[in-house]
C-alpha cells in the first residue's frame, strides 16, 4: 500500500511558475514509477509526466514539453513537478500517481495509486 500527498498547489500569474510535491508513504518507493496527471473543469483527466524507478528517464506532455520538469528523491520518498511558464490552459487539479509494473514510457491512466490532487490555478 502506497499513500500519496500532493501539496504546492496555488495561483499564480501567467507566465509564472510553481513547484508540485508529493510525498509517498512505505519503504518500497523506488519500486513504482511515478507519474503526474491533471484534470481541469469538464475535461478528463489527463497525462502530464512520468518519471522512471532510478529517475533518470522521463517522458513528457507535448502540451507541457519545455516548460515543466518531473524529478524525484527516492531518499525521501518524494515526486516533484516543476511547472514554468505557465499558461491559462494549465489550470487544473493535479494529481500524482504511482505504478508497480511496466515502463515509464506509458501515458495512460491504469495507476495502483493515486494522490487527492492539488488545485493549480493560473490567471490571464
Known amino acids: 500500500q502506497v499513500q500519496l500527498v500532493e501539496s504546492g498547489g496555488g495561483l499564480v500569474q501567467a507566465g509564472g511558475s510553481l513547484r508540485l510535491s508529493c510525498a509517498a508513504s512505505?519503504?518500497?518507493?523506488?519500486?513504482?514509477?511515478m507519474g503526474w496527471f491533471r484534470q481541469a473543469p469538464g475535461k478528463e483527466r489527463e497525462f502530464v509526466a512520468t518519471?522512471?524507478?532510478?529517475?533518470?528517464?522521463?517522458y513528457y506532455a507535448d502540451s507541457v514539453k519545455g516548460r515543466f520538469t518531473i524529478s524525484r528523491d527516492n531518499a525521501k520518498n518524494t515526486v516533484s513537478l516543476q511547472m514554468n511558464s505557465l499558461k491559462p490552459e494549465d489550470t487544473a487539479v493535479y494529481y500524482c500517481?504511482?505504478?508497480?509494473?511496466?515502463?515509464?514510457?506509458?501515458?495512460?491512466?491504469?495507476?495502483?495509486?493515486w494522490g487527492q490532487g492539488t488545485q493549480v490555478t493560473v490567471s490571464s
Open positions: 500517481a504511482a505504478r508497480m509494473r511496466g515502463s515509464y514510457y506509458y501515458s495512460g491512466l491504469t495507476y495502483d495509486y
Open positions: 512505505g519503504r518500497t518507493f523506488r519500486s513504482y514509477v
Open positions: 518519471i522512471s524507478r532510478d529517475g533518470i528517464s522521463t
